[in-house]
């Protein structure tokens, strides 16, 4: 079983609509989340961290369930500039973490 | 503020040379990791420095990687000899730690394909 487990996608949605990813980790011991946003051969890019008592930035919100061990990623009001991969990232605690990525869902926003 | 640093952006080398990757961290980062992502993988670790120092080297695939960071500065990631398995992107990526966990800034990674 992998570490981090993402939704295989991939997804294409419409403009405007609401889209979720859902990843789940392996490792109890993580610590920190985050949510990495890459488009087509660049590099990956920070989208947004993962807080226990879930946080939202604009139309992006992010969910953790320390429990079951799961993130959530929501998309509202889709644009065509969010075709991207998203990527799932988990880091151990402590100093030494290192991050173990998920495959990554594909997000594909048509007019 | 400049971001994380790789070179070169591309490498086409043929099986058996050696190739030397290079990447400058976020000035101030002590904290740097490679990882890379072959072809229809997720992106996978290689290692982490802290300063000069290899903290966590458990995902060097094999004795033909050598990573370095002399200086605790810019770190090199050399490859020898290259097998056709090593093709991929190379990603770098520097963070400042310890506390509190904080995310990585990647650089653009260094495209290399052996032949």
């Known amino acids: 079983r992998k570490e981090v487990e993402q939704d295989p996608g991939p997804f294409n949605v419409p403009e405007g609509a609401t889209v979720a990813f859902n990843c789940t980790y392996s490792?109890?011991?993580?610590?920190?989340f985050f949510w990495y946003r890459q488009d087509c051969r660049k590099e990956p890019k920070l989208l947004m961290s993962?807080?226990?008592s879930g946080n939202e930035d604009g139309r992006f919100t992010a969910q953790l369930n320390r429990a079951s061990q799961y993130i959530s990623l929501l998309i509202r009001d889709s644009k065509l500039s969010d075709s991207a991969t998203y990527l799932c990232v988990v880091k151990l605690r402590g100093l030494m973490g290192k991050s173990t990525f998920g495959d990554g869902t594909t997000l594909t926003v048509k007019p | 503020e400049a971001g994380v640093t790789q070179f070169p952006s591309h490498s086409v080398i043929e099986k058996g040379q050696t190739v030397t990757l290079r990447c400058d961290p976020i000035?101030?980062?002590?904290?740097l990791y490679w990882y890379r992502r072959v072809m229809g993988k997720e992106i996978k670790f290689l290692l982490h420095f802290v300063k000069e120092s290899k903290q966590d080297e458990s995902g060097m695939p094999n004795n033909r990687f050598l990573a370095e960071r002399t200086g605790g500065t810019y770190s090199t990631l050399k490859v020898q000899p290259a097998e056709l398995e090593d093709s991929g992107v190379y990603f770098c990526?520097?963070?400042?730690?310890?506390?509190?966990?904080?995310?990585?800034?990647f650089g653009n990674g260094t495209r290399l394909t052996v032949t």
């Open positions: 000035s101030g980062h002590d904290n």
């Open positions: 990526a520097s963070s400042q730690e310890p506390y509190p966990p904080s995310p990585l800034h």
């Open positions: 490792n109890s011991a993580s610590q920190s």
């Open positions: 993962v807080y226990s």
